[in-house]
């Protein structure tokens, strides 16, 4: 029994290594590749260890090398971000959310966030992370046609006594507008959530949060920046970092899950090396992916305005049986993406939103370029309008994906 049981771990995790990694088309948006610098530092004694506290401040001893490579990792965060205080140790995008609201909310306050359907995390919200804060949240006004914070509605909730205006999201195709909102609502603390979009702020292919206004940045560290699965805060505001570092510990992390540093320190290096045309290329495929599926007769959200400026697309399949019907379809032929809501949504039309979100990050990543992005529109075409059987375009991407299977924008 023991053994059949251990075999079965083997083999599962062999046939998810086979199918998700050499034989699907990924555009989920808030998935990544390490590089295989990062891979081979990730399962070192570190995950065996703890390190409470700051570096050569900590509570156990043991931490010699730990202390050494969090030091790194702080500096190069700093660096590449451009900030004053990185915080490397919320071991995910969630929880460095609720490390923010921990230090700068009491229960009973409000904060400022976007509805999920037009764009918010749930971490965000009252169902999620906000109300195990026990925050009130007042939905900001946004405009479906722009996609973006309507930050002249804004003005009108002025009066509303906000403790924290929280940006970023999700759905996430433009910048959001951090100056305006900072000018409207002038002495309001704004965290900026920038766990899909920090791969392309690192390489200064998307606004950058705190030049623009933000007080605190928190994110994952997984999306389209490549590293490994956890989280970060940063700031340049001395009494933040402290107030955060507060929440962090004693509050609510112990362990910082050490394993992830070694990664983290090799993805900063690698993003601040191949970074810049990383992200370049990102929205490039990003436009091209939109701009075919459009062509080829896909609604595809804000044509008006080249369609999206992150690595997202995203597209109303109303017209094509829905979001969960095509994300299932297409997951038939090999290509992964997700349903999603779309703003003319309600919050419980989660099981059958009106969209699907494609990411196209991870394609980038392992070399795919605008005649990629042409290809994958027509296969997802092919399967979705011209009701070709998903199994049959399923070969095609297994041996296209044969061509795909180096990671790139990283040492080698
Ligand atoms: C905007 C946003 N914030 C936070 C998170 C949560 O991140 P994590 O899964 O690292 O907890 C997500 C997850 O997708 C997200 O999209």
């Not at 070192?44 to 001893?61: F, I, T, V, W």
Request: charged residues 30%; aromatic residues 6%.
């Amino acid at each position: 029994m023991c053994k059949q049981q251990l075999l079965k771990v083997l083999e599962v995790v062999e046939k998810q290594d086979t199918w998700r990694k050499k034989e699907c088309i990924n555009l989920i948006a808030s998935e990544n590749i390490m590089s295989p610098l990062a891979i081979e530092v990730f399962s070192s004694d570190m995950m065996h260890r703890y390190a409470e506290g700051l570096p050569y401040k900590r509570h156990y001893q043991g931490t010699k090398y730990v202390d050494e490579i969090e030091t790194l990792v702080i500096d190069l965060g700093n660096k590449l971000f451009r900030c004053k205080h990185y915080d490397p140790r919320p071991i995910s995008g969630m929880i460095a959310n609720l490390c923010v609201f921990a230090a700068l909310t009491e229960p009973g306050d409000k904060i400022a966030n976007l509805k999920i359907p037009d764009g918010g995390h749930i971490s965000h919200s009252i169902v999620g992370t906000a109300g195990v804060r026990g925050l009130k949240t007042l939905n900001m006004p946004f405009d479906s046609k722009e996609m973006n914070i309507d930050a002249e509605k804004l003005k009108k909730v002025k009066k509303e006594k906000i403790k924290l205006v929280v940006l970023g999201g999700s759905l996430f195709l433009f910048p959001h507008p951090v100056k305006e909102i900072k000018e409207v609502l002038d002495d309001t603390k704004i965290l900026y959530d920038a766990a899909h979009v920090l791969g392309l702020i690192a390489g200064k292919r998307f606004q950058d949060p705190l030049r623009e206004g933000a007080d605190v940045v928190a994110s994952s560290s997984h999306k389209t920046f490549p590293g490994p699965q956890g989280g970060m805060v940063y700031t340049d505001n001395e009494k933040i970092s402290k107030q955060v570092a507060q929440a962090i510990l004693p509050g609510l992390i112990s362990n910082h899950h050490l394993f992830r540093l070694p990664s983290l320190a090799i993805t900063l290096i690698e993003m601040l090396e191949f970074g810049e045309k990383y992200a370049d290329q990102t929205v490039k495929n990003s436009k091209k992916l939109a701009s075919s599926l459009y062509e080829m007769g896909f609604k595809v959200l804000c044509e008006h305005k080249g369609f999206t400026e992150s690595h997202q697309v995203v597209v109303d399949v109303r017209e094509n049986e829905g979001g969960k019907t095509v994300a299932e379809t297409l997951e038939r032929a090999n290509i992964i993406c997700n349903k999603n809501l779309l703003p003319w949504d309600n919050n419980e039309d989660t099981d059958d939103p009106s969209g699907i979100r494609l990411g196209v990050q991870e394609c980038t990543r392992t070399g795919m370029n605008e005649s990629e992005m042409e290809h994958i529109a027509n296969l997802i075409t092919r399967v979705i309008i011209k009701g070709e059987k998903p199994e049959k375009v399923r070969e095609e991407v297994i041996q296209f994906k044969k061509e795909y299977s180096k990671t790139k924008y990283c040492f080698t």
